[in-house]
Protein backbone atom coordinates (compact mmCIF):
# COMPACT_ATOMS: atom_id res chain seq x y z
CA UNK A 1 0.00 0.00 0.00
CA UNK A 2 1.37 3.44 -0.75
CA UNK A 3 1.99 5.60 2.19
CA UNK A 4 2.38 9.12 0.83
CA UNK A 5 -0.15 8.76 -2.81
CA UNK A 6 1.94 10.11 -4.41
CA UNK A 7 4.69 8.73 -6.97
CA UNK A 8 7.38 6.69 -5.53
CA UNK A 9 10.50 9.22 -6.37
CA UNK A 10 14.22 8.82 -4.71
CA UNK A 11 14.31 9.67 -1.26
CA UNK A 12 14.71 13.61 0.03
CA UNK A 13 14.06 15.70 3.02
CA UNK A 14 10.96 15.66 2.37
CA UNK A 15 10.39 11.91 2.34
CA UNK A 16 11.94 11.42 5.88
CA UNK A 17 10.71 9.25 8.37
CA UNK A 18 7.91 11.79 9.54
CA UNK A 19 7.05 12.41 6.36
CA UNK A 20 6.45 9.06 5.54
CA UNK A 21 4.93 7.37 8.50
CA UNK A 22 1.61 8.59 9.81
CA UNK A 23 1.53 8.28 13.44
CA UNK A 24 -0.32 11.20 14.33
CA UNK A 25 -4.01 9.81 14.72
CA UNK A 26 -2.38 7.41 17.27
CA UNK A 27 -0.42 10.23 19.13
CA UNK A 28 -3.70 12.13 18.73
CA UNK A 29 -5.76 9.64 20.50
CA UNK A 30 -3.02 9.17 22.91
CA UNK A 31 -2.94 12.52 23.93
CA UNK A 32 -6.41 12.97 24.47
CA UNK A 33 -6.70 10.63 27.27
CA UNK A 34 -3.22 11.90 28.12
CA UNK A 35 -4.20 15.31 28.63
CA UNK A 36 -7.39 14.47 31.53
CA UNK A 37 -5.05 12.01 33.17
CA UNK A 38 -2.10 15.05 34.01
CA UNK A 39 -5.26 17.33 34.28
CA UNK A 40 -6.14 15.09 37.33
CA UNK A 41 -2.89 13.53 38.43
CA UNK A 42 -3.19 14.24 41.55
CA UNK A 43 -6.34 12.03 42.02
CA UNK A 44 -4.93 8.94 39.41
CA UNK A 45 -3.02 6.37 39.19
CA UNK A 46 -1.42 4.92 35.86
CA UNK A 47 -3.11 2.13 36.41
CA UNK A 48 -6.25 3.32 36.42
CA UNK A 49 -5.85 5.30 32.20
CA UNK A 50 -4.24 2.42 30.84
CA UNK A 51 -6.91 0.75 29.51
CA UNK A 52 -8.97 3.85 28.29
CA UNK A 53 -5.44 4.54 26.53
CA UNK A 54 -5.32 1.34 24.97
CA UNK A 55 -8.59 1.43 23.76
CA UNK A 56 -7.99 4.81 22.37
CA UNK A 57 -4.92 4.48 20.36
CA UNK A 58 -6.97 0.29 18.85
CA UNK A 59 -9.89 2.22 17.97
CA UNK A 60 -7.62 5.00 15.88
CA UNK A 61 -5.46 2.40 14.77
CA UNK A 62 -8.60 0.48 13.10
CA UNK A 63 -10.22 3.45 11.74
CA UNK A 64 -6.62 4.33 10.19
CA UNK A 65 -6.44 1.01 8.44
CA UNK A 66 -10.07 0.64 7.08
CA UNK A 67 -9.86 4.37 5.71
CA UNK A 68 -6.34 3.02 4.57
CA UNK A 69 -7.81 0.41 2.47
CA UNK A 70 -10.71 2.37 1.56
CA UNK A 71 -8.50 4.95 -0.35
CA UNK A 72 -5.24 3.32 -0.70
CA UNK A 73 -3.24 5.71 0.84
CA UNK A 74 -2.34 5.61 4.95
CA UNK A 75 -0.94 9.45 4.68
CA UNK A 76 -4.26 10.14 3.14
CA UNK A 77 -6.19 8.08 5.39
CA UNK A 78 -4.31 9.52 8.85
CA UNK A 79 -5.71 13.19 7.74
CA UNK A 80 -8.83 12.52 7.90
CA UNK A 81 -8.61 9.79 11.06
CA UNK A 82 -6.74 12.45 12.87
CA UNK A 83 -9.68 14.91 12.29
CA UNK A 84 -12.01 12.06 13.42
CA UNK A 85 -9.94 11.84 16.43
CA UNK A 86 -10.07 15.66 17.22
CA UNK A 87 -13.70 16.01 16.86
CA UNK A 88 -14.72 12.96 18.64
CA UNK A 89 -11.99 13.59 21.47
CA UNK A 90 -12.42 17.64 21.72
CA UNK A 91 -16.86 18.13 20.71
CA UNK A 92 -17.18 17.85 24.85
CA UNK A 93 -14.47 20.49 25.62
CA UNK A 94 -15.13 22.97 23.08
CA UNK A 95 -19.39 22.24 23.93
CA UNK A 96 -20.08 25.18 26.25
CA UNK A 97 -17.68 27.82 24.73
CA UNK A 98 -19.12 27.33 21.57
CA UNK A 99 -23.01 27.21 23.47
CA UNK A 100 -22.35 30.60 25.05
CA UNK A 101 -21.52 32.15 21.75
CA UNK A 102 -25.01 31.28 20.85
CA UNK A 103 -24.13 27.78 18.37
CA UNK A 104 -26.56 25.15 19.21
CA UNK A 105 -26.34 21.33 19.23
CA UNK A 106 -26.80 21.18 15.43
CA UNK A 107 -25.10 23.76 14.31
CA UNK A 108 -22.01 22.51 16.52
CA UNK A 109 -22.59 19.11 14.71
CA UNK A 110 -22.52 20.25 11.47
CA UNK A 111 -19.32 22.77 12.26
CA UNK A 112 -17.60 19.21 13.21
CA UNK A 113 -18.63 17.46 9.88
CA UNK A 114 -17.13 20.15 7.93
CA UNK A 115 -14.22 19.77 9.54
CA UNK A 116 -13.90 16.37 8.87
CA UNK A 117 -15.11 17.24 5.19
CA UNK A 118 -12.45 19.90 4.95
CA UNK A 119 -9.56 17.31 6.19
CA UNK A 120 -11.14 14.87 3.86
CA UNK A 121 -11.10 17.40 0.75
CA UNK A 122 -7.25 18.29 1.53
CA UNK A 123 -6.14 14.64 1.72
CA UNK A 124 -7.64 14.07 -2.01
CA UNK A 125 -6.16 17.54 -3.06
CA UNK A 126 -2.70 17.64 -1.36
CA UNK A 127 -1.48 14.80 -3.06
CA UNK A 128 2.07 16.08 -3.28
CA UNK A 129 1.84 17.97 -0.31
CA UNK A 130 1.08 14.54 1.55
CA UNK A 131 4.54 13.97 2.97
CA UNK A 132 4.60 17.61 4.22
CA UNK A 133 1.42 17.75 5.85
CA UNK A 134 2.40 14.22 7.35
CA UNK A 135 5.47 15.51 8.67
CA UNK A 136 3.61 19.04 9.93
CA UNK A 137 0.99 16.95 11.88
CA UNK A 138 3.37 13.90 13.27
CA UNK A 139 5.66 17.09 14.87
CA UNK A 140 2.18 18.84 15.99
CA UNK A 141 1.07 15.37 17.67
CA UNK A 142 4.22 14.85 19.19
CA UNK A 143 4.76 17.89 21.04
CA UNK A 144 1.30 17.81 22.50
CA UNK A 145 2.03 14.63 24.01
CA UNK A 146 5.48 15.46 24.92
CA UNK A 147 3.71 18.78 26.67
CA UNK A 148 1.68 16.23 28.88
CA UNK A 149 4.31 13.73 29.19
CA UNK A 150 6.34 16.56 31.05
CA UNK A 151 4.12 16.45 33.93
CA UNK A 152 2.70 13.10 33.67
CA UNK A 153 6.29 11.69 34.05
CA UNK A 154 8.18 13.65 36.88
CA UNK A 155 5.14 12.43 38.95
CA UNK A 156 5.43 9.28 38.05
CA UNK A 157 8.94 8.76 39.16
CA UNK A 158 8.57 10.44 42.43
CA UNK A 159 5.75 7.70 43.07
CA UNK A 160 8.09 4.83 42.35
CA UNK A 161 10.96 6.13 44.38
CA UNK A 162 8.42 7.06 47.37
CA UNK A 163 6.83 3.71 47.02
CA UNK A 164 10.53 2.24 47.33
CA UNK A 165 11.19 3.81 50.23
CA UNK A 166 8.96 1.20 52.41
CA UNK A 167 5.27 0.29 52.96
CA UNK A 168 2.44 1.30 55.47
CA UNK A 169 3.18 0.08 59.10
CA UNK A 170 1.35 -3.17 59.61
CA UNK A 171 -0.86 -2.18 62.22
CA UNK A 172 -2.85 -5.31 63.25
CA UNK A 173 0.17 -7.01 65.38
CA UNK A 174 -1.10 -8.67 68.26
CA UNK A 175 -2.07 -12.40 68.89
CA UNK A 176 -4.74 -11.98 66.61
CA UNK A 177 -6.80 -14.94 68.14
CA UNK A 178 -9.98 -15.61 66.80
CA UNK A 179 -12.97 -15.93 68.89
CA UNK A 180 -14.85 -19.33 68.55
CA UNK A 181 -17.74 -17.47 67.13
CA UNK A 182 -17.09 -15.62 63.94
CA UNK A 183 -19.36 -13.49 63.51
CA UNK A 184 -20.32 -11.68 59.50
CA UNK A 185 -19.23 -8.04 59.87
CA UNK A 186 -20.42 -5.89 57.72
CA UNK A 187 -18.92 -1.89 57.14
CA UNK A 188 -21.54 0.32 55.60
CA UNK A 189 -19.77 3.84 54.22
CA UNK A 190 -22.74 6.34 53.82
CA UNK A 191 -20.74 9.47 52.30
CA UNK A 192 -21.20 12.81 53.72
CA UNK A 193 -24.19 11.34 56.38
CA UNK A 194 -23.64 14.40 59.12
CA UNK A 195 -24.28 14.38 62.44
CA UNK A 196 -27.68 15.12 64.00
CA UNK A 197 -26.18 18.76 64.77
CA UNK A 198 -24.68 19.16 61.35
CA UNK A 199 -27.66 18.06 59.44
CA UNK A 200 -30.30 20.43 61.88
CA UNK A 201 -27.57 23.65 61.10
CA UNK A 202 -27.29 23.61 57.67
CA UNK A 203 -30.15 21.65 55.98
CA UNK A 204 -32.98 21.75 59.12
CA UNK A 205 -33.36 18.25 58.88
CA UNK A 206 -33.98 15.89 61.90
CA UNK A 207 -33.09 12.26 60.86
CA UNK A 208 -34.59 9.98 63.00
CA UNK A 209 -31.78 7.47 61.93
CA UNK A 210 -30.03 7.42 65.44
CA UNK A 211 -32.38 6.94 67.70
CA UNK A 212 -33.80 4.38 65.42
CA UNK A 213 -30.19 2.50 65.19
CA UNK A 214 -30.00 2.65 69.64
CA UNK A 215 -33.31 1.11 69.68
CA UNK A 216 -32.14 -1.81 67.68
CA UNK A 217 -29.49 -2.39 69.88
CA UNK A 218 -26.43 -0.01 68.68
CA UNK A 219 -24.25 1.92 70.46
CA UNK A 220 -24.18 5.27 69.12
CA UNK A 221 -21.86 7.91 69.08
CA UNK A 222 -23.57 11.02 69.30
CA UNK A 223 -20.30 13.21 69.14
CA UNK A 224 -18.44 11.49 66.81
CA UNK A 225 -16.23 13.23 64.26
CA UNK A 226 -14.46 12.37 61.13
CA UNK A 227 -10.50 12.48 60.77
CA UNK A 228 -10.30 14.23 57.97
CA UNK A 229 -12.81 16.46 55.77
CA UNK A 230 -12.61 14.22 52.65
CA UNK A 231 -13.44 10.78 51.58
CA UNK A 232 -10.26 9.89 50.59
CA UNK A 233 -8.15 10.17 53.79
CA UNK A 234 -10.71 9.71 55.84
CA UNK A 235 -11.03 5.70 54.22
CA UNK A 236 -7.58 5.29 54.58
CA UNK A 237 -7.17 6.06 58.50
CA UNK A 238 -10.05 4.02 58.85
CA UNK A 239 -9.35 1.60 56.89
CA UNK A 240 -5.44 1.37 58.35
CA UNK A 241 -6.45 2.24 61.96
CA UNK A 242 -3.87 4.71 61.86
CA UNK A 243 -3.46 8.50 61.36
CA UNK A 244 -1.76 9.61 57.97
CA UNK A 245 1.01 11.42 59.12
CA UNK A 246 3.04 9.28 57.65
CA UNK A 247 2.18 10.29 54.39
CA UNK A 248 3.14 13.68 55.77
CA UNK A 249 6.91 12.45 56.55
CA UNK A 250 7.01 10.61 53.31
CA UNK A 251 5.73 12.99 51.23
CA UNK A 252 6.00 16.74 52.55
CA UNK A 253 3.60 19.14 53.04
CA UNK A 254 3.74 20.79 49.92
CA UNK A 255 2.32 18.15 47.91
CA UNK A 256 -1.32 17.75 45.54
CA UNK A 257 -0.55 13.68 45.36
CA UNK A 258 -3.37 11.96 47.13
CA UNK A 259 -2.93 8.47 45.33
CA UNK A 260 -0.80 7.23 48.64
CA UNK A 261 -3.92 7.75 50.32
CA UNK A 262 -5.87 6.44 47.75
CA UNK A 263 -4.00 3.55 47.35
CA UNK A 264 -4.48 3.04 51.17
CA UNK A 265 -8.36 2.02 50.74
CA UNK A 266 -7.80 -0.20 47.79
CA UNK A 267 -5.12 -2.21 50.19
CA UNK A 268 -5.65 -1.62 53.68
CA UNK A 269 -5.00 -3.78 56.99
CA UNK A 270 -8.37 -4.32 58.10
CA UNK A 271 -8.78 -6.28 54.91
CA UNK A 272 -5.86 -8.37 55.50
CA UNK A 273 -6.74 -9.03 59.06
CA UNK A 274 -10.08 -10.00 58.01
CA UNK A 275 -8.38 -12.52 55.48
CA UNK A 276 -5.65 -13.59 58.21
CA UNK A 277 -8.60 -14.77 61.03
CA UNK A 278 -10.29 -16.66 57.87
CA UNK A 279 -12.97 -14.33 56.77
CA UNK A 280 -13.62 -13.98 53.08
CA UNK A 281 -13.85 -9.90 52.30
CA UNK A 282 -16.24 -9.12 49.62
CA UNK A 283 -16.03 -5.61 48.46
CA UNK A 284 -19.21 -3.79 46.66
CA UNK A 285 -17.70 -0.99 44.62
CA UNK A 286 -19.59 2.31 44.78
CA UNK A 287 -18.35 5.16 40.77
CA UNK A 288 -15.59 6.58 43.24
CA UNK A 289 -12.17 5.06 41.55
CA UNK A 290 -10.67 4.29 44.93
CA UNK A 291 -13.68 2.28 46.29
CA UNK A 292 -14.85 1.35 42.76
CA UNK A 293 -12.95 -1.93 43.47
CA UNK A 294 -10.55 -3.81 45.58
CA UNK A 295 -7.75 -5.11 44.36
CA UNK A 296 -7.73 -6.95 47.58
CA UNK A 297 -11.00 -8.05 48.27
CA UNK A 298 -11.57 -12.07 47.43
CA UNK A 299 -14.59 -10.75 45.48
CA UNK A 300 -15.45 -7.28 44.37
CA UNK A 301 -18.79 -6.87 42.86
CA UNK A 302 -19.39 -3.60 41.08
CA UNK A 303 -22.59 -2.71 39.11
CA UNK A 304 -20.70 -1.81 36.32
CA UNK A 305 -16.94 -1.92 35.37
CA UNK A 306 -16.94 1.32 33.87
CA UNK A 307 -14.31 3.71 36.01
CA UNK A 308 -15.20 7.60 36.99
CA UNK A 309 -11.86 8.45 34.91
CA UNK A 310 -13.88 6.21 31.89
CA UNK A 311 -17.03 8.18 32.63
CA UNK A 312 -15.52 11.45 32.25
CA UNK A 313 -13.85 10.37 29.16
CA UNK A 314 -16.48 9.54 27.61
CA UNK A 315 -18.66 12.43 28.23
CA UNK A 316 -15.83 14.67 27.13
CA UNK A 317 -16.67 13.05 23.58
CA UNK A 318 -19.30 13.76 20.79
CA UNK A 319 -21.13 10.54 21.52
CA UNK A 320 -23.34 12.32 23.83
CA UNK A 321 -24.11 14.69 21.84
CA UNK A 322 -25.42 12.36 19.22
CA UNK A 323 -27.44 10.99 21.22
CA UNK A 324 -29.39 13.87 22.30
CA UNK A 325 -29.69 14.48 18.52
CA UNK A 326 -31.34 11.13 18.09
CA UNK A 327 -33.67 12.11 20.76
CA UNK A 328 -32.22 9.57 22.74
CA UNK A 329 -32.02 9.89 26.94
CA UNK A 330 -28.26 10.07 27.70
CA UNK A 331 -29.17 8.96 31.72
CA UNK A 332 -27.63 6.00 31.37
CA UNK A 333 -24.61 7.70 30.02
CA UNK A 334 -24.50 10.17 32.93
CA UNK A 335 -22.94 10.22 36.52
CA UNK A 336 -26.82 10.42 37.56
CA UNK A 337 -28.10 7.61 36.41
CA UNK A 338 -24.91 5.16 37.52
CA UNK A 339 -25.42 7.20 41.01
CA UNK A 340 -28.90 5.69 40.99
CA UNK A 341 -28.36 2.07 39.91
CA UNK A 342 -25.27 1.63 41.59
CA UNK A 343 -26.78 2.97 45.29
CA UNK A 344 -29.44 0.16 44.27
CA UNK A 345 -27.06 -2.62 43.13
CA UNK A 346 -25.09 -2.06 46.61
CA UNK A 347 -28.47 -2.68 48.91
CA UNK A 348 -29.72 -5.36 47.30
CA UNK A 349 -26.62 -6.96 46.92
CA UNK A 350 -26.18 -6.26 51.46
CA UNK A 351 -29.98 -8.07 51.19
CA UNK A 352 -28.91 -11.08 49.17
CA UNK A 353 -25.46 -11.85 51.43
CA UNK A 354 -26.93 -12.00 54.69
CA UNK A 355 -27.63 -15.42 53.29
CA UNK A 356 -24.44 -16.06 51.91
CA UNK A 357 -21.73 -18.57 53.98
CA UNK A 358 -19.37 -16.89 56.34
CA UNK A 359 -17.71 -15.76 58.08
CA UNK A 360 -17.43 -12.90 55.61
CA UNK A 361 -16.08 -9.40 56.04
CA UNK A 362 -18.55 -7.13 53.27
CA UNK A 363 -17.70 -3.49 52.87
CA UNK A 364 -19.93 -0.98 51.41
CA UNK A 365 -19.35 2.77 50.46
CA UNK A 366 -22.27 3.87 49.20
CA UNK A 367 -22.51 7.41 47.90
CA UNK A 368 -25.67 8.92 50.08
CA UNK A 369 -26.83 11.47 50.68
CA UNK A 370 -23.57 12.37 48.43
CA UNK A 371 -24.79 14.77 45.49
CA UNK A 372 -25.92 14.15 42.64
CA UNK A 373 -29.63 14.57 44.37
CA UNK A 374 -31.28 12.11 42.72
CA UNK A 375 -34.13 11.11 45.05
CA UNK A 376 -37.45 11.97 46.82
CA UNK A 377 -37.99 10.61 50.16
CA UNK A 378 -40.48 8.18 48.65
CA UNK A 379 -37.73 6.97 45.99
CA UNK A 380 -39.20 9.09 42.89
CA UNK A 381 -36.64 10.09 41.09
CA UNK A 382 -35.33 13.90 40.93
CA UNK A 383 -34.88 14.97 37.25
CA UNK A 384 -31.43 17.32 36.24
CA UNK A 385 -33.40 20.39 36.12
CA UNK A 386 -34.93 19.87 39.46
CA UNK A 387 -31.54 19.62 41.05
CA UNK A 388 -30.26 22.49 39.33
CA UNK A 389 -33.61 24.86 40.77
CA UNK A 390 -34.26 23.11 44.25
CA UNK A 391 -32.38 24.41 47.01
CA UNK A 392 -30.06 22.36 48.61
CA UNK A 393 -31.95 22.04 51.52
CA UNK A 394 -34.78 20.63 50.54
CA UNK A 395 -32.57 18.03 48.28
CA UNK A 396 -30.41 17.02 50.85
CA UNK A 397 -33.27 16.03 53.39
CA UNK A 398 -34.86 14.18 50.37
CA UNK A 399 -31.90 11.88 49.63
CA UNK A 400 -31.12 11.59 53.31
CA UNK A 401 -35.01 10.36 54.25
CA UNK A 402 -35.06 8.03 50.96
CA UNK A 403 -31.53 6.48 52.15
CA UNK A 404 -32.81 6.63 56.35
CA UNK A 405 -35.47 4.14 54.56
CA UNK A 406 -33.17 1.85 52.52
CA UNK A 407 -30.80 1.84 55.75
CA UNK A 408 -33.87 0.14 57.81
CA UNK A 409 -34.90 -1.91 55.72
CA UNK A 410 -31.07 -3.59 55.59
CA UNK A 411 -30.71 -3.64 58.78
CA UNK A 412 -33.77 -5.25 60.08
CA UNK A 413 -33.31 -7.92 57.21
CA UNK A 414 -29.52 -8.56 58.23
CA UNK A 415 -30.47 -8.75 61.99
CA UNK A 416 -33.59 -11.26 61.50
CA UNK A 417 -31.37 -14.33 62.35
CA UNK A 418 -31.07 -15.51 65.72
CA UNK A 419 -28.96 -13.41 68.93
CA UNK A 420 -25.88 -15.96 68.52
CA UNK A 421 -25.59 -15.45 64.63
CA UNK A 422 -26.63 -11.72 64.66
CA UNK A 423 -23.82 -9.57 63.02
CA UNK A 424 -21.61 -7.02 63.61
CA UNK A 425 -22.28 -4.18 62.01
CA UNK A 426 -21.06 -0.67 61.59
CA UNK A 427 -23.05 2.45 59.73
CA UNK A 428 -20.81 4.85 59.68
CA UNK A 429 -20.36 8.46 57.72
CA UNK A 430 -16.89 9.28 56.15
CA UNK A 431 -17.20 12.91 56.84
CA UNK A 432 -20.03 15.87 57.05
CA UNK A 433 -21.74 17.47 54.13
CA UNK A 434 -20.31 20.32 52.24
CA UNK A 435 -20.61 23.28 53.38
CA UNK A 436 -23.49 25.32 51.22
CA UNK A 437 -22.27 27.69 48.85
CA UNK A 438 -25.25 30.04 49.14
CA UNK A 439 -23.90 30.92 52.87
CA UNK A 440 -21.09 32.86 53.88
CA UNK A 441 -19.05 31.22 56.06
CA UNK A 442 -16.77 34.15 57.14
CA UNK A 443 -16.51 34.29 60.89
CA UNK A 444 -18.42 31.07 61.07
CA UNK A 445 -15.69 28.91 61.25
CA UNK A 446 -16.62 26.63 64.22
CA UNK A 447 -20.21 25.88 62.38
CA UNK A 448 -18.56 25.60 59.26
CA UNK A 449 -15.78 22.58 60.91
CA UNK A 450 -18.95 21.36 62.45
CA UNK A 451 -20.64 20.83 59.60
CA UNK A 452 -17.46 19.33 57.53
CA UNK A 453 -16.85 17.08 60.61
CA UNK A 454 -19.43 15.59 62.25
CA UNK A 455 -20.75 12.45 61.27
CA UNK A 456 -22.88 9.65 62.09
CA UNK A 457 -21.28 6.84 63.63
CA UNK A 458 -23.28 3.53 65.40
CA UNK A 459 -22.04 0.50 65.76
CA UNK A 460 -23.95 -3.04 66.43
CA UNK A 461 -21.46 -4.85 68.47
CA UNK A 462 -23.13 -8.31 69.81
CA UNK A 463 -22.20 -9.58 73.31
CA UNK A 464 -20.18 -6.33 73.74
CA UNK A 465 -21.16 -3.87 76.98
CA UNK A 466 -22.95 -1.32 75.71
CA UNK A 467 -20.36 1.20 77.41
CA UNK A 468 -17.74 0.18 74.63
CA UNK A 469 -18.20 3.13 72.18
CA UNK A 470 -17.62 6.59 73.87
CA UNK A 471 -19.75 9.60 72.18
CA UNK A 472 -16.98 11.27 70.89
CA UNK A 473 -14.73 8.42 69.52
CA UNK A 474 -13.86 8.50 65.88
CA UNK A 475 -13.76 6.45 63.13
CA UNK A 476 -9.98 5.86 63.05
CA UNK A 477 -10.84 3.74 66.53
CA UNK A 478 -13.23 2.05 64.76
CA UNK A 479 -11.56 -1.45 63.95
CA UNK A 480 -9.11 -1.09 67.08
CA UNK A 481 -11.78 -1.53 69.15
CA UNK A 482 -13.48 -4.23 67.29
CA UNK A 483 -10.24 -6.15 66.92
CA UNK A 484 -9.72 -5.78 70.61
CA UNK A 485 -12.85 -6.93 71.75
CA UNK A 486 -13.72 -9.83 69.30
CA UNK A 487 -10.21 -10.73 68.32
CA UNK A 488 -8.07 -10.33 70.87
CA UNK A 489 -5.76 -8.26 68.95
CA UNK A 490 -3.72 -5.62 71.21
CA UNK A 491 -4.42 -2.61 69.15
CA UNK A 492 -5.34 0.22 71.68
CA UNK A 493 -7.36 3.15 71.02
CA UNK A 494 -5.51 6.18 69.43
CA UNK A 495 -6.27 9.32 70.89
CA UNK A 496 -9.36 10.72 68.86
CA UNK A 497 -8.30 14.20 66.48
CA UNK A 498 -9.94 15.60 63.48
CA UNK A 499 -7.18 17.06 60.91
CA UNK A 500 -7.60 19.57 57.82
CA UNK A 501 -5.16 21.31 55.44
CA UNK A 502 -5.20 24.64 53.52
CA UNK A 503 -5.88 23.87 49.77
CA UNK A 504 -5.58 20.39 47.83
CA UNK A 505 -1.96 21.78 46.59
CA UNK A 506 -0.69 21.23 50.51
CA UNK A 507 -3.08 17.93 50.77
CA UNK A 508 -0.32 16.38 53.58
CA UNK A 509 -0.25 19.71 55.48
CA UNK A 510 -2.83 18.27 58.42
CA UNK A 511 -3.40 21.03 60.69
CA UNK A 512 -5.30 19.89 64.31
CA UNK A 513 -9.02 21.30 64.80
CA UNK A 514 -9.80 18.44 67.54
CA UNK A 515 -10.66 21.09 69.89
CA UNK A 516 -12.47 23.57 67.51
CA UNK A 517 -15.07 20.56 66.77
CA UNK A 518 -15.15 19.03 70.29
CA UNK A 519 -18.35 21.20 70.86
CA UNK A 520 -21.10 21.90 68.52
CA UNK A 521 -21.86 25.97 68.69
CA UNK A 522 -24.81 27.03 70.58
CA UNK A 523 -26.18 28.57 67.68
CA UNK A 524 -29.49 28.40 65.96
CA UNK A 525 -29.76 26.72 62.54
CA UNK A 526 -29.34 28.61 59.01
CA UNK A 527 -32.77 30.21 57.37
CA UNK A 528 -32.67 26.64 55.75
CA UNK A 529 -35.96 25.33 54.33
CA UNK A 530 -37.28 22.12 56.41
CA UNK A 531 -36.94 18.78 54.73
CA UNK A 532 -40.63 18.05 55.64
CA UNK A 533 -41.48 19.25 52.34
CA UNK A 534 -39.28 17.06 50.52
CA UNK A 535 -41.77 14.22 49.79
CA UNK A 536 -43.66 16.46 47.45
CA UNK A 537 -42.08 16.18 44.21
Same mark, same amino acid.
Given at each position: M?? +????I??? *??????????????????????????A???????? +??????? !?G???????V??????????????????S???????????????????????????????????L?T????K???????I????????? !?L?????I??? @???????????????P?????????T??????Y??????Y? +????????? =???????????????????? +???? /??A????L?A????????????R???????????????R *????G??????? /?R?????S? $?D??????LA???R????E????????N?????? $????????????T????????????????AE??? *? @?G????F???????????????????????????????? /????????? =?????????????????????????????????????E????????????????????????????P??????? $????F???F?? *??????????????????????? !???????? @???PP?DA??? =??S???
Amino acid at each position: MDT +SGGSIDAP *DTSRSLLGRVPLHPLLLASYAVLFLYASNITELTA +SEVLQPL !VGAVLAAATVLLVLGIVLKSLSRAAIVTSAMVVAFSAYGHAEAFLASIGLGLRTQLVAWGAFIMLATLLAYKARHLLPRITTFLNVVAS !VLVLLVLITIV @PQEIQRSTDASQGDTPDTTQGDGDATSQQRDIYYLVFDRYG +SEWSLDYQF =GVDSDLPEWLSDQGFQVATE +SHAN /YRATDFSLAATLNMTYLDDLTARYGRDTGDRTPARQMVR *DHAVGRFMQAQG /YRYIHLGSW $FDPTRTSPLADESRSYDAESEFSAVMRNTTIVPA $FLRLLGHQDEALTLRERHVRIADFQFRQLAELRD *D @PGPKFVFAHVLLPHSPYVFRADGRLVTKAEEESEPESRL /YGGQLAYLD =GRIKATIEHLLAGPPAEQPIIIVQGDEGPFARKDIAWEGREAEYLQVRFGILNALHLPGVGGDAVHPSITSVNT $FRLLFSRYFGA *DLPLLTDRSFTWPNNDRAYDFVD !VTDLVATP @PDVPPLDAEPA =GDSLSP
